[in-house]
């Protein structure tokens, strides 16, 4: 079992950075798969990047909307993982949610990952 609990959202101007976190519980988080989504109103959660395990080789993958703005990256020994986003964009407004799962793929279906967060509320103002 693994829990997760997102913090850093904000409101922040188009063009600036947050760096969101999420701390998660259990001994076995490096061997989790982790990713993050986003769901705006009225819309379907969506993949934003995923981080494989270290046993994996740590790979990342990114939707095609994250790619050159954001990073994502984790902390083992911190029980962490990270979304670094730049360049923050009005369309980025959203529910941030990060999620583990078990198996290896970094699969971009929010319907393969196990345990998921609260979410943190993003909102960039034009």
């Known amino acids: 079992q693994v829990q997760l609990v997102e913090s850093g959202g904000g409101l922040v101007q188009a063009g600036e950075s947050l760096r969101l976190s999420c701390a998660a519980s259990?001994?076995?988080?490096?061997?989790?798969?982790l990713g993050w989504f986003h769901q705006a109103p009225g819309k379907e959660r969506e993949f934003v990047a995923a981080?494989?395990?270290?046993?994996?080789?740590?790979?990342?993958r990114y939707a095609d909307s994250a790619k050159g703005r954001f990073t994502i990256s984790r902390d083992n020994a911190k029980n962490t993982v990270y979304l670094q986003m730049n360049s923050l964009k009005p369309e980025d407004t959203a529910v941030y949610y990060c999620?583990?799962?078990?198996?290896?793929?970094?699969?971009?279906?929010?319907?393969?990952?196990?345990?998921w967060g609260q979410g943190t509320q993003v909102t960039v103002s034009s």
């Open positions: 259990g001994r076995t988080f490096s061997t989790y798969t």
């Open positions: 999620a583990a799962k078990l198996r290896f793929s970094l699969s971009e279906l929010v319907s393969e990952y196990d345990y």
């Open positions: 981080i494989a395990s270290r046993w994996s080789g740590g790979g990342t």
